[in-house]
């Protein structure tokens, strides 16, 4: 079983509003992604948690506030969004935040549009 | 800096062959990923190489030079439902810590016509 679940899949959001996203893996990876996507373009990496840390946050505003409460876990808390922040948001883990070879799988995204 | 180019489209008729080329530049090199996104969906894995030569899992293959910095991935006996984009993605040493994470490409559009 290599899933990655998120929630929700889609999402339309005010620029006022506090939302979540939600992922969740059961396949013991300690290590847990969030990437950005936009229409056409390649994910983005935005953030990292190692072994329930967080080890890199590749300069994103902090609109954008993750939370990864366990293991299995991963959060995106969304607060005063903009427009241009509509996006696909990917989560994803891999196994071994440590090892080169480790396989990132990714869930089926949660679509965004900021209103 | 970092750098992986692929095509950004192409087209291939049913039941052919095709060969998708990514070339990369990276500061450091931990093994290369190919993923397969069909619109609207979430990127599947189909292959990662590390080691030079050919990896091959059913219709697809997957091949690295890293002398060159240069992989492709082969699909063959190609199926309507193959028409998706086709992600090159590296993994780079010190690229968002430990063993690095994925620079992906900016994916090749595959259409497939009977």
Redesign the interface.
């Given at each position: 079983d290599?899933e990655v679940t998120q929630t929700p899949k889609h999402l339309v959001m005010g620029m006022t509003n506090k939302k979540s996203l939600k992922c969740e893996q059961h396949m013991g990876h300690r290590?847990m992604?969030w990437y950005k996507q936009k229409a056409k373009?390649?994910?983005?990496?935005m953030f990292?948690y190692?072994y329930e840390k967080l080890?890199?946050n590749?300069s994103v505003p902090s609109r954008f506030s993750p939370e990864c409460p366990n293991s299995s876990l991963l959060n995106l808390h969304l607060h005063a969004l903009q427009p241009e922040d509509s996006a696909?948001y990917?989560c994803a883990s891999s196994q071994d935040?440590?090892?080169?070879?480790?396989?990132?799988?990714?869930?089926?995204?949660s679509w965004l549009t900021v209103v | 800096g970092q750098n992986i180019d692929q095509p950004t489209e192409m087209t291939a008729t049913e039941g052919a062959i095709v060969q998708i080329n990514c070339t990369y530049q990276t500061s450091g090199f931990n093994g290369l990923f190919w993923y397969q996104q069909h619109a609207g969906e979430a990127p599947t894995f189909l292959s990662y190489n590390v080691l030079d030569g050919l990896e091959e899992k059913g219709r697809f293959s997957s091949f690295l030079s890293r002398s060159k910095g240069y992989s492709y991935l082969l699909l063959k006996e190609l199926q309507m439902k193959d028409s998706a984009s086709y992600l090159c993605a590296v993994r780079a040493p010190n690229y968002g810590g430990s063993q690095g994470n994925l620079i992906f490409g900016k994916g090749t559009k595959l259409s497939v016509k009977p």
């Amino acid at each position: 079983d290599t899933e990655v679940t998120q929630t929700p899949k889609h999402l339309v959001m005010g620029m006022t509003n506090k939302k979540s996203l939600k992922c969740e893996q059961h396949m013991g990876h300690r290590a847990m992604y969030w990437y950005k996507q936009k229409a056409k373009k390649p994910p983005e990496l935005m953030f990292v948690y190692s072994y329930e840390k967080l080890s890199i946050n590749e300069s994103v505003p902090s609109r954008f506030s993750p939370e990864c409460p366990n293991s299995s876990l991963l959060n995106l808390h969304l607060h005063a969004l903009q427009p241009e922040d509509s996006a696909l948001y990917l989560c994803a883990s891999s196994q071994d935040p440590q090892a080169s070879g480790n396989t990132i799988y990714f869930g089926e995204g949660s679509w965004l549009t900021v209103v | 800096g970092q750098n992986i180019d692929q095509p950004t489209e192409m087209t291939a008729t049913e039941g052919a062959i095709v060969q998708i080329n990514c070339t990369y530049q990276t500061s450091g090199f931990n093994g290369l990923f190919w993923y397969q996104q069909h619109a609207g969906e979430a990127p599947t894995f189909l292959s990662y190489n590390v080691l030079d030569g050919l990896e091959e899992k059913g219709r697809f293959s997957s091949f690295l030079s890293r002398s060159k910095g240069y992989s492709y991935l082969l699909l063959k006996e190609l199926q309507m439902k193959d028409s998706a984009s086709y992600l090159c993605a590296v993994r780079a040493p010190n690229y968002g810590g430990s063993q690095g994470n994925l620079i992906f490409g900016k994916g090749t559009k595959l259409s497939v016509k009977p």
